[in-house]
């Protein structure tokens, strides 16, 4: 270590700053892709070799760079997208610090060939990394710009050790690409991996050309148990797809969140789309979506980490408030109509591909489609649970036991429930007499579902092993787990109810004392009234310590303590906390469980249409209060072709 203070030499200062900024030969995509960007670049061509390890060539048709700056551009901090700090906090471009193609230039063999349109002859500069020495020189090019990275990290052999395997680098190229194709539909990109073409991806002009594009880069299977959300409030815009609850993954891998078209983690919106998927996603599972939020962009600062993987919101708790009231409003309209309805549409559009998405129903806000039949294994769990005793099946908390149901005690049970919202009459001993004015029965005493009956479950035909329920819909046969549905109608007439009544409290034995941080503290004065309405009698009584005199009822049992700090660090980093309302809807979720209509259970058709009927309006009724779907469709196409029928 030297003793003195001393500069250092411009070399040294663009390698240590490339170890900032090219991490790996997918870092280089993202920094240059993006300077195409950020050039009005309408298409995107890159070429890689060994994982970009060899060669990287990237070719965009955007505005160029003039002889005169070539030489500038290389050079660090050297940039024309922002000239005073008044820019800065104004930023609505993808790079801005001007340090990209000098920490390229410094660990690889650089050329860079470029034509203005103003510019009759195209122009190259060539930088081979260690003393950064530049030639410029007339080249062949149409307008635009081409850069070409080979042999990266060559004066660097520490740093090009730790690179991985071809596949593994190539995997996080890929993934630097799916980002960067996400983010602009109104920009076509193609990627060549040794001579091969891995995708050619063309301007995406509507939602359902974006569907496509998406169907490519992820998943068909994400579009097919997706919701389309588009909101805009007050200065902020929210649009894309919600995977449904039982379509997730076991890890976060397929989480795409863009700010003002950049791809970002925030945790702020981690925890405003955690809280919107609270009750209704399957434990341990992580739900799947492409979103994109615009605002003001000098609401966002961007400028937080030298990749750009961050911002931070200059209003957060009007952010979260924002995503979580809209991905909440989205999951709860998940309704069977619409699910149903959806997937029809996906069919169509596999077999119309020049189907006008304006007129289809995924165009519409919050619709949706279809929930996969093919969910797996450990999405599926055994219902034949020990029989729980309950008051009623209409919601009510009082009376759960631990004791079997008495034989017929589960019909009368649901009696009683579907007499709280009665089916339809069925006409036992009538047939269709062709007047079109009487009930229209086949000859085994059931309903003939007409195409534009207001009923998309349909009517219940049977019951299978006493837990799942066959009923026939305009679209086909549909098989509802009677269990896991009734137990999602109970769960929210339970939320419901307790919302009306209110939360009641009751004081601790001896007021305890806890010690928290200061902010902490000025979370607990500042949230006061918030805490009173959970039910909670807490103070502040020092700069680093509450009291806790009263606490609700239902978390008589709990550990205060953690509790309240953890409520308090919520409140402190999001403006909410959905602690105490989890704990309180876990409670309420493990009494609706036992409340519900049990396994091996016979049920009537009246009983088995009232559940029926209250899934189509409850809301969230397509998956049960673990995240498991509550019902599946089977279509007449699916069912011809699996008894190979018209064939």
């Known amino acids: ?129 260690q003393d950064m020495d530049t030639q410029i020189q007339p080249a062949a090019h149409p307008d635009g710009t081409t850069l070409e990275v080979t042999d990266l990290f060559f004066n660097t052999p520490a740093r090009r050790k730790f690179l991985k395997t071809e596949k593994t680098e190539f995997n996080h190229i890929d993934e630097v690409f799916k980002r960067l194709a996400l983010s602009r539909f109104d920009v076509s990109f193609h990627l060549r991996h040794n001579q091969k ?44 797809w919600v995977g449904l609850p039982t379509f997730s993954k076991a890890h976060a891998s397929m989480q795409y969140f863009f700010v003002n ?25 992580h739900p799947c979506y492409v979103l994109y939020l615009t605002m003001n962009p000098n609401m966002v600062d961007v400028n937080v980490h030298p990749t750009k993987h961050e911002v931070r919101f200059r209003e957060q708790r009007a952010v979260h408030g924002f995503l979580f009231h809209h991905l909440h409003k989205a999951l709860a309209s998940v309704r069977p109509n619409a699910q149903i309805e959806s997937q029809v549409h996906y069919a169509n559009q596999n077999t119309n591909p020049g189907q006008n998405p304006e007129h289809s129903p995924a165009h519409n806000n919050y619709a949706l489609s279809t929930a996969s039949l093919n969910q797996p294994e450990n999405m599926r769990e055994q219902t034949a649970m020990s029989l729980t005793n309950s008051g009623s099946g209409s919601g009510s908390s009082a009376g759960y036991g631990n004791q079997p149901l008495a034989k017929g005690e589960a019909q009368s049970q649901v009696h009683h429930y579907a007499n709280l919202h009665p089916s339809e009459p069925m006409q036992m001993n009538e047939t269709y007499n062709g007047t079109g004015t009487d009930s229209i029965v086949n000859q085994t005493g059931l309903p003939v579902v007409d195409e534009n009956e207001g009923h998309p479950l349909g009517y219940a035909l049977a019951q299978l092993k006493g837990i799942f329920i066959l009923a026939e819909n305009a679209k086909g046969l549909l098989i509802v787990d009677m269990h896991a549905a009734h137990e999602r109608i109970t769960y929210e007439r339970m939320k419901t109810d307790y919302a009306r009544s209110g939360i009641a409290s009751q004081p601790v034995l001896v007021p305890q004392n806890i010690n928290v941080s200061a902010h902490q503290a000025d979370a607990c004065e500042e949230f006061a009234q918030y805490f009173s309405q959970l039910g909670f009698d807490v103070r502040r009584t020092g700069q680093e310590s509450v009291m806790v005199r009263e606490i609700p009822v239902y978390l008589s049992q709990s550990e205060v303590e953690p509790l309240i700090q953890k409520v308090l660090m919520d409140l402190h980093q999001a403006g909410n906390s959905d602690l105490i309302e989890a704990t309180r809807n876990e409670i309420l979720s493990t009494m609706a469980c ?42 007449m196409p699916e069912l011809d072709k699996l008894f190979m029928r018209g064939r």
Not at 5 to 24: C, D, F, M, T, Y
Request: hydrophobic letters at 40%; one cysteine or more.
């Open 197 to 240: 073409t891995i995708y050619a991806l063309n301007v995406a002009h509507n939602q359902l050309e974006q569907e496509r594009r998406i169907a490519q880069l992820l998943s068909k299977d994400l579009l097919q148990n997706a919701v389309v959300i588009h909101a805009d409030d007050q200065g902020i815009e929210l649009k894309g």
């Open 261 to 285: 078209g950049r791809v970002v983690r925030d945790k702020v919106v981690s925890h405003a789309i955690k809280q919107a998927y609270r009750d209704v996603l399957y434990h341990g599972r």
């Open 1 to 129: 270590m030297s003793s003195t203070i001393q500069k250092l030499s411009p070399r040294l200062a663009n390698q240590i700053a490339a170890g900032e900024v090219v991490e790996r030969p997918a870092s280089v995509i993202k920094e240059v892709v993006e300077n195409a960007l950020d050039a009005g670049a309408t298409r995107i061509e890159i070429d890689i070799e060994q994982a970009g390890v060899k060669l990287m060539r990237i070719k965009d048709n955007g505005k160029g760079i003039i002889k005169d700056e070539l030489d500038l551009a290389i050079s660090r901090h050297a940039t024309s997208k922002i000239a005073n700090l008044d820019d800065l906090e104004n930023v609505q471009s993808m790079g801005f610090r001007g340090e990209a193609l000098a920490s390229i230039a410094s660990v690889s063999k650089l050329l860079l060939t470029s034509k203005p349109e103003s510019q009759e002859d195209a122009w190259s500069v060539l930088a081979k990394g």
């Open 594 to 635: 036992h409340g519900s209509v049990r396994a091996n259970r016979r049920l009537s058709i009246a009983e088995m249409n009232a559940l029926l009927r209250d899934m189509e309006i409850t809301e969230r009724s397509g998956q049960c209060n673990h995240g498991r779907p509550t019902f599946a469709q089977l279509t």
